[in-house]
């Protein structure tokens, strides 16, 4: 078994690759029992977001795991493989401390990703995909997310993706108040906007969701109105700004729909945000003449704004989570030699109970005890020693000398 991180992000693989891979709440928990009641993993946790799909596993095979999440999603593992990256060991421990931490994000050092990577501890937990080595590695992971935390000024002027959407409605629209705006979902992404988007005072606001009584409390909040999932096509045209992050596999907003919106508006501009992935608007609505679409990806130059600062902290985070991984590679290392400890302890634990039940034998029958405790001490001492002095005679020369050091160290003698 090893530790195992396999995944792609905003770095190895664009959008269209990203959104092939992604885990639906809906489709998780399966996943992560299919992965290890198939034998490939003996734990799994999967991090799944808009930026990323990541497989944290402990197992025999990372080759099977890959051909899994290709399998799962019915992908070419020949179409995946050129964007994914597989991490061994510390290189895995590494990278989990370094996301969690927000330097392996779009936005360095934001802090949304530790709360989605917590959710999927709690999902793996659930599921009872978690052992002895996950949890290690993610309480470890979390407690190197907090040092770092406090101890550097990596948020420090983090602009948010919520922030960044903002930012570009504001190169749109001479004035974000003056605009209607619409927030697809109701999750923790549109929650964030919508709280950012409130501050500029917009002249109205709706949530469409597929559930309104999630919706209605959000609404509430912020006074803004609900509608269903069912209403986009009557109400879309009374939309200036559109912000859209569902869970849906399929596309919910499509050219067609978008084209007959603009028409009603008589050509005035759409702004758009589609922060989910699998997208929530059709691809080809970024080549509509009045329709302004972006994804995660293009919120990338906004959200880099102002970054000098928080990279001058990325050193001491880096040197914070070197010392992290050493010391969890330390404890990986000791939990690999535990089998061959409570091996030699249950041999040496066989021999003593043997000699046990012999000495006590002895005693009934009337022996001296001196002679028996004599006799037990010598069996037993003969029995411990005669694996190391069996494979010192029995040793070619070339491994003699290597054996004699290592026993030399083992049992604390000095060489004359």
């Not at 995944?7 to 992965?35: C, M, S, W, Y």
């Not at 699998?278 to 293009?298: G, I, K, Q, S």
Request: aromatic content about 6%.
């Amino acid at each position: 078994m090893q530790l195992l991180t396999l995944g792609v992000n905003h770095h190895t693989a664009p959008l269209a690759i990203r959104e092939q891979v992604a885990f639906g709440p809906e489709k998780l928990v399966q996943a992560l029992h299919e992965l290890t009641q198939s034998q490939r993993a003996s734990e799994v946790a999967i991090l799944s977001t808009c930026n990323r799909t990541e497989l944290y596993c402990n197992t025999p095979s990372p080759e099977s795991v890959t051909q899994w999440l290709a399998d799962f999603h019915h992908i070419e593992r020949r179409e995946l493989a050129p964007y994914l990256y597989a991490l061994p060991r510390e290189q895995a421990a590494q990278h989990a401390f370094r996301v969690a931490a927000g330097l392996d994000s779009m936005v360095l050092g934001e802090t949304q990703i530790l709360g989605q990577m917590k959710q999927a501890v709690h999902t793996a937990e659930e599921a009872g995909t978690l052992g002895l080595l996950l949890h290690k590695l993610f309480q470890r992971t979390f407690s190197v997310a907090k040092e770092v935390r406090t101890s550097t000024e990596i948020g420090a002027n983090s602009v948010s993706m919520a922030a960044a959407a903002v930012k570009l409605a504001e190169r749109i629209f001479p004035s974000v108040k003056e605009q209607a705006c619409l927030f697809i979902g109701a999750g923790e992404m549109i929650e964030l906007c919508i709280t950012h988007f409130a501050a500029q005072h917009p002249r109205r606001m709706t949530v469409a969701n597929r559930t309104a009584e999630r919706a209605r409390p959000l609404a509430e909040r912020f006074g803004a109105s609900v509608i269903p999932l069912t209403a986009l096509p009557e109400e879309l045209p009374n939309y200036d700004i559109i912000i859209t992050s569902t869970a849906s596999p399929l596309p919910i907003l499509g050219k067609g729909l978008l084209e007959r919106a603009i028409k009603q508006r008589r050509h005035r501009p759409i702004f758009i945000v589609d922060l989910a992935v699998p997208r929530d608007v059709e691809a080809e609505v970024a080549n509509m003449d009045d329709v302004f679409l972006y994804t995660v990806d293009d919120l990338g130059q906004v959200v880099r704004e102002g970054m000098d600062n928080r990279v001058a902290q990325v050193v001491q985070a880096e040197a914070i989570i070197e010392t992290s991984v050493e010391s969890f590679v330390h404890w990986m290392e000791g939990r690999e030699v535990v089998p061959v400890i409570r091996s030699l302890r249950d041999s040496a634990e066989r021999y003593r109970r043997h000699e046990f039940e012999k000495a006590e034998k002895a005693l009934a029958r009337g022996e001296d005890p001196r002679t028996v405790l004599e006799a037990m001490s010598h069996a037993l001492s003969n029995k411990l020693l005669h694996g190391p002095s069996h494979a010192l005679n029995h040793a070619l020369t070339d491994e003699r000398e290597q054996l004699v050091r290592l026993i030399s160290q083992l049992y604390g003698l000095h060489r004359e």
